[in-house]
């Protein structure tokens, strides 16, 4: 499915859009994907093929995952919600559209974490927490933060506690 989809998005422009930067073109286009995915996994769940239920569910959160990310680049997603970070960045930046993009990627890491907990599926969690990570890295490097050891202790710290913290939510729901 996936490998049709890039093959149809190929007739509206996919090449150009990859040339040219515009990931957020291609997310708009692919999120649909997601839908598709997972209304084969419900239809298979109720048709009773259950082996095939649990790779359709994760090729639809994969595909939304991807699509969100992708719509974060470049500030895209702030864009499209009329939104702007860069009244709090400073006078001189490297990239204007780096915070709105950090921040882009922040929100989906929380927004992962929020869907793990409502749904209770811990593969949201890991993938709220690899997007969390992603954003405190670009913002750590952008800042130039990794040559200062209190920052590399405050992170490491920071990304054990939300580690531990998971696994004893995962440990709690377990001995119920």
């Given at each position: 499915m996936l490998l049709l989809a890039l093959a149809l998005l190929g007739d509206f422009g996919l090449r150009g859009w990859i040339d040219d930067g515009r990931f957020d073109r291609l997310a708009l286009h692919l999120w649909p994907l997601a839908i598709v995915y997972a209304a084969f996994g419900a239809l298979a769940e109720?048709?009773?093929?259950?082996?095939?239920?649990?790779?359709l569910y994760v090729a639809a959160v994969l595909v939304l995952v991807?699509?969100?990310d992708l719509l974060a680049l470049d500030g895209r997603t702030f864009h499209y919600l009329a939104l702007s970070m860069q009244p709090f960045e400073p006078a001189r930046v490297s990239d204007p559209t780096l915070l709105d993009t950090l921040a882009a990627l922040s929100l989906n890491g929380i927004a992962f974490y929020a869907a793990a907990s409502l749904l209770d599926r811990k593969s949201f969690y890991y993938a709220g927490l690899l997007n969390t990570g992603i954003g405190l890295w670009l913002i750590a490097d952008h800042r130039q933060w990794f040559d200062k050891p209190r920052w590399a202790m405050v992170l490491i710290a920071c990304g054990l506690t939300a580690l531990v913290a998971g696994f004893a939510l995962d440990a709690r729901k377990r001995s119920r």
């Amino acid at each position: 499915m996936l490998l049709l989809a890039l093959a149809l998005l190929g007739d509206f422009g996919l090449r150009g859009w990859i040339d040219d930067g515009r990931f957020d073109r291609l997310a708009l286009h692919l999120w649909p994907l997601a839908i598709v995915y997972a209304a084969f996994g419900a239809l298979a769940e109720r048709t009773g093929r259950l082996w095939f239920v649990r790779s359709l569910y994760v090729a639809a959160v994969l595909v939304l995952v991807v699509a969100l990310d992708l719509l974060a680049l470049d500030g895209r997603t702030f864009h499209y919600l009329a939104l702007s970070m860069q009244p709090f960045e400073p006078a001189r930046v490297s990239d204007p559209t780096l915070l709105d993009t950090l921040a882009a990627l922040s929100l989906n890491g929380i927004a992962f974490y929020a869907a793990a907990s409502l749904l209770d599926r811990k593969s949201f969690y890991y993938a709220g927490l690899l997007n969390t990570g992603i954003g405190l890295w670009l913002i750590a490097d952008h800042r130039q933060w990794f040559d200062k050891p209190r920052w590399a202790m405050v992170l490491i710290a920071c990304g054990l506690t939300a580690l531990v913290a998971g696994f004893a939510l995962d440990a709690r729901k377990r001995s119920r």
